[in-house]
């Protein structure tokens, strides 16, 4: 029987031949990972399991990036119990502020997740690693505990959805516009427990931001992981970061799975997801009587060059709506950095936008960047949830940056045709 | 056996912000955790919440973020267990983890109505309507996970191995 990527990496990090869906295994994990919110309880789990340091100070990373730079004196307590924490275990890969980028945008920048890995992390969105190929997952705090003492985690096996993607993309559509069609097509529980696949000609064609955007949100789908197996873009991507060997794993002609989906792309336009779930999307057209009262850029789902560069070529020369705050937020401390370069930052700045250090901020509601009742933001984030960005009465729309960067312009979702 | 304890109704798709909003995620505090519980779903839950009493909730109970804080929050607050169509991954097994007993059945999701007084049979998985006079049916957990759960979760259970 032929075995998906999934399966062949759980088989390989689990000792085993072969693995099949459903199957419960212990696995060797190649990389853990924890942010300032969920390490403190692990920290807090941490002595009762009888380990005086941690398996490996080089598989852990520790990054205070969700309320970071610290919003307040009880977030920068927290902060300190995990710096604490990895002073104490030497931890390598712990990033203190000037170093510190959004946990996801972060570690696959410094070559920390590697194809064919084996990953888990305090943050639902770990799954973002799909994108080099790597099984990758989020677990909670006493997961990560149990992981921090002894480098293995059980998972039941999950059964595989593959998405096979054809044709060329339309103007304006990127990763993130894939990503939401498919949710809005299966539901915020539609891949629940399962691992969701992305092959085909159009993934093929699509810059690794564009990857890590869609594996990002496949948790929203309710996945267990995403993945993309590993292709000439990754191995160049990687092998510019990489300091251990990794190992590339594709899946079997064979490989069985739950449910294949066949996704003729071109017909996609720029999506839209309204409030409260990410699946009720809709196309930007439908969307834009919405008027706003912030538009934000960045978080682990858009926070990387390309999205800059692409927000900032709709903005050049043009002005931020006098009604909108426009906040951007690099990915990553090489993310501003090469921004700056560009010209990307001063285009931004130039426009309107406040432009902040990484930190997730306002896609969790933490700090920069707060909801009042009754406002409304078109955001890149990943999850519009009631509340997410602040008052409980206040409203998310997601969308990709070009369309956030046209709607900062006309202070209404607007696509990026209008201000051509 | 879970005790007598009071229904508090929930829709499908309950997320982890509704469960315990963000903003107060700066502490991991139980007791501190408790008071925000469900909030911004009902934000006299956390007052009207009594000691005992069991959250009733639609499919994907727990969606979202992988924050332990929810079902943290949900045990402090005093709920003797969760009862879902069908829950999220990340939830599913940190409530387990921390030792927050959760029974998956569409059926009680359904038919249970607020302020149903119900029981719950940890070992069978029974589910008693005492108001409706109905039972419903969840998949009972096999032993090593209601010792794991009585234990308090996994830490206690793993140290409590240790000392044995």
């Known amino acids: 029987m032929g075995m998906t990527i999934t399966e062949k990496i759980l088989a390989a990090h689990a000792g085993l031949e072969e693995v099949v869906s459903g199957q419960l295994i212990n696995a060797k994990l190649?990389?853990?990972?924890?942010?300032?919110?969920?390490?403190?309880?692990?920290?807090?789990?941490?002595?009762?399991?009888?380990?005086?340091?941690?398996?490996?100070?080089?598989?852990?990373?520790?990054?205070?990036?969700?309320?970071?730079?610290?919003?307040?004196?009880?977030?920068?307590?927290?902060?300190?119990?995990?710096?604490?924490?990895?002073?104490?275990?030497?931890?390598?890969?712990?990033?203190?502020?000037?170093?510190?980028?959004?946990?996801?945008?972060?570690?696959?920048?410094?070559?920390?997740?590697?194809?064919?890995?084996?990953?888990?992390?305090?943050?639902?969105?770990?799954?973002?690693?799909?994108?080099?190929?790597?099984?990758?997952?989020?677990?909670?705090?006493?997961?990560?505990?149990?992981?921090?003492?002894?480098?293995?985690?059980?998972?039941?096996?999950?059964?595989?959805?593959?998405?096979?993607?054809?044709?060329?993309?339309?103007?304006?559509?990127?990763?993130?516009?894939?990503?939401?069609?498919?949710?809005?097509?299966?539901?915020?529980?539609?891949?629940?427990?399962?691992?969701?696949?992305?092959?085909?000609?159009?993934?093929?064609?699509?810059?690794?931001?564009?990857?890590?955007?869609?594996?990002?949100?496949?948790?929203?789908?309710?996945?267990?992981?995403?993945?993309?197996?590993?292709?000439?873009?990754?191995?160049?991507?990687?092998?510019?970061?990489?300091?251990?060997?990794?190992?590339?794993?594709?899946?079997?002609?064979?490989?069985?799975?739950?449910?294949?989906?066949?996704?003729?792309?071109?017909?996609?336009?720029?999506?839209?997801?309204?409030?409260?779930?990410?699946?009720?999307?809709?196309?930007?057209?439908?969307?834009?009587?919405?008027?706003?009262?912030?538009?934000?850029?960045?978080?682990?789902?858009?926070?990387?060059?390309?999205?800059?560069?692409?927000?900032?070529?709709?903005?050049?020369?043009?002005?931020?709506?006098?009604?909108?705050?426009?906040?951007?937020?690099?990915?990553?401390?090489?993310?501003?950095?090469?921004?700056?370069?560009?010209?990307?930052?001063?285009?931004?700045?130039?426009?309107?936008?406040?432009?902040?250090?990484?930190?997730?901020?306002?896609c969790l509601g933490g700090h920069m960047g707060i909801l009042a009742k009754g406002e409304r933001a078109l955001a890149t984030t990943n999850r519009n949830f009631v509340g997410r960005m602040g008052h409980p009465e206040s409203e998310v729309y997601l969308s990709n940056p070009v369309v956030a960067a046209a709607s900062a312009i006309l202070g209404r979702i607007a696509s990026p045709e209008e201000v051509r | 056996m879970i005790g007598q304890g009071k229904a508090w109704k929930f829709g499908n798709d309950v997320d982890t912000d509704l469960i315990i909003p963000a903003r107060y995620l700066n502490t991991s505090e139980p007791s501190a955790l408790a008071q925000h519980c469900m909030e911004d779903a009902d934000p006299t839950f956390p007052n009207k919440v009594g000691e005992g009493d069991i959250i009733v909730a639609g499919k994907n109970f727990g969606c979202g973020s992988s924050r332990e804080h929810a079902p943290i929050a949900i045990k402090a607050a005093g709920v003797a267990c969760v009862i879902a169509g069908s829950f999220a991954r990340i939830f599913y097994r940190n409530a387990l983890n921390i030792g927050l007993p959760i029974f998956e059945s569409p059926e009680a999701a359904e038919k249970i109505q607020e302020g149903d007084l119900l029981e719950v049979n940890e070992a069978s998985g029974q589910i008693t309507n005492l108001t409706r006079k109905e039972t419903y049916q969840a998949v009972p957990f096999p032993p090593f996970m209601q010792e794991l759960i009585k234990a308090g979760g996994l830490v206690a259970y793993v140290a409590g191995k240790g000392e044995q």
Not at chain 1, 205 to 225: H, P, V, Y
Not at chain 1, 245 to 256: E, F, G, H, M, T
Request: hydrophobic fraction near 40%; include cysteine.
């Open chain 1, 30 to 362: 190649d990389m853990v990972l924890a942010n300032d919110v969920t390490a403190p309880v692990s920290i807090r789990e941490f002595p009762k399991l009888g380990k005086a340091s941690v398996f490996d100070k080089s598989k852990v990373a520790l990054v205070p990036d969700h309320f970071a730079p610290n919003k307040d004196i009880q977030s920068a307590e927290q902060t300190k119990i995990m710096r604490d924490f990895a002073r104490k275990h030497e931890i390598e890969n712990y990033f203190e502020i000037g170093q510190m980028g959004i946990e996801h945008c972060l570690l696959p920048e410094q070559g920390l997740t590697l194809p064919g890995d084996c990953i888990i992390g305090a943050d639902s969105h770990t799954c973002t690693y799909g994108a080099v190929g790597a099984f990758a997952t989020g677990v909670g705090s006493t997961d990560l505990a149990a992981a921090l003492a002894t480098g293995q985690a059980w998972f039941r096996v999950p059964e595989s959805l593959k998405f096979h993607l054809f044709g060329d993309l339309q103007a304006w559509v990127g990763g993130k516009d894939l990503i939401l069609y498919i949710i809005g097509k299966i539901g915020v529980d539609g891949a629940r427990y399962q691992a969701m696949e992305f092959t085909g000609e159009t993934i093929t064609n699509l810059s690794m931001d564009n990857r890590f955007t869609i594996c990002n949100m496949a948790i929203e789908a309710g996945a267990k992981n995403g993945i993309i197996a590993p292709d000439a873009k990754t191995l160049e991507y990687v092998n510019a970061r990489a300091k251990r060997d990794y190992k590339v794993y594709q899946s079997d002609a064979n490989a069985k799975y739950l449910q294949v989906f066949e996704i003729d792309a071109a017909t996609i336009e720029p999506q839209i997801a309204f409030p409260h779930l990410p699946e009720n999307t809709r196309s930007v057209k439908e969307a834009t009587h919405v008027k706003l009262d912030q538009v934000v850029i960045g978080s682990c789902t858009n926070g990387r060059l390309e999205d800059l560069r692409a927000a900032a070529n709709v903005l050049k020369g043009k002005k931020v709506h006098r009604e909108i705050r426009l906040l951007v937020f690099p990915g990553t401390q090489q993310i501003y950095r090469n921004a700056l370069a560009e010209g990307i930052i001063d285009a931004l700045v130039e426009a309107g936008a406040a432009v902040s250090t990484p930190t997730c901020g306002p």
